[in-house]
T-cell receptor, first 117, second 111 residues
Framework: AQSVAQPEDQVNVAEGNPLTVKCTYSVSGNPYLFWYVQYPNRGLQFLLKYITGDNLVKGSYGFEAEFNKSQTSFHLKKPSALVSDSALYFCAVRPSYSGAGSYQLTFGKGTKLSVIP | SAVISQKPSRDICQRGTSLTIQCQVD?????MFWYRQQPGQSLTLIAT?????????ESGFVIDKFPISRPNLTFSTLTVSNLSPEDSSIYLC????????FGQGTRLTVV
């Protein structure tokens, strides 16, 4: 069974400072990894994904994430935080094999990011 | 990327009634899913909506309580039946191409 851990319920960062939201995963075989953002009263918006290739993945709104296979991590980062980045962030994983259940995402519990002006 | 229209966006329902949520995708997609997000919680998969056949339910979710239809590759409905306050939650539909796209969610409050 696959699982995702987001060890921090909340991350506070000052505007302009770099931010990191942590994620570790467990999955059989190679992982497909995703980050989503949820603003209040909204659905989830796709930020970025890692499928294969370069370990550093760039996504929407200046976010990037680094895949580290040895540490089974996929931390979300941004060099300079904006107040508008304040939201709930979810890491998700699914296995890379094809077949029944392979498209089902398993989500972490979410990390609330607050960017302080 | 697929655009998903989900409605209603919110509703307040009486105990014992049912609510049907609709999800329309702007393109044909193979995989569609329904999730529940309880207040302050992560997303829990309810079921896979299979086109032309019965949905595949996850442990803890049953067809009598959460009947799902998927008549074609662009549309699905989720009904939450015999509502109780414990069903108060956000319900989200998802369509998968390379990555999953989500509707805006339906915030259900049962009174």
């Amino acid at each position: 069974a696959q699982s995702v851990a987001q060890p921090e319920d909340q991350v506070n960062v000052a505007e302009g400072n770099p931010l990191t939201v942590k994620c570790t995963y467990s999955v059989s075989g190679n992982p497909y990894l995703f980050w989503y953002v949820q603003y209040p009263n909204r659905g989830l918006q796709f930020l970025l994904k890692y499928i294969t290739g370069d370990n550093l993945v760039k996504g929407s709104y200046g976010f990037e994430a680094e895949f580290n296979k040895s540490q089974t991590s996929f931390h979300l980062k941004k060099p300079s935080a904006l107040v508008s980045d304040s939201a709930l962030y979810f890491c998700a994983v699914r296995p890379s094999y094809s077949g029944a259940g392979s498209y089902q995402l398993t989500f972490g519990k979410g990390t609330k990011l607050s960017v302080i002006p | 990327s697929a655009v998903i229209s989900q409605k209603p966006s919110r509703d307040i329902c009486q105990r014992g009634t049912s609510l049907t949520i609709q999800c329309q995708v702007d393109s044909q997609v193979t995989m569609m899913f329904w999730y529940r997000q309880q207040p302050g919680q992560s997303l829990t998969l309810i079921a896979t909506a299979n086109q032309g056949s019965e949905a595949t339910y996850e442990s803890g979710f049953v067809i009598d309580k959460f009947p799902i239809s998927r008549p074609n590759l662009t549309f699905s409905t989720l009904t939450v039946s015999n509502l109780s306050p414990e069903d108060s939650s956000i319900y989200l539909c998802s369509a998968v191409e390379d990555e999953a796209f989500f509707g805006q969610g339906t915030r259900l409050t049962v009174v």
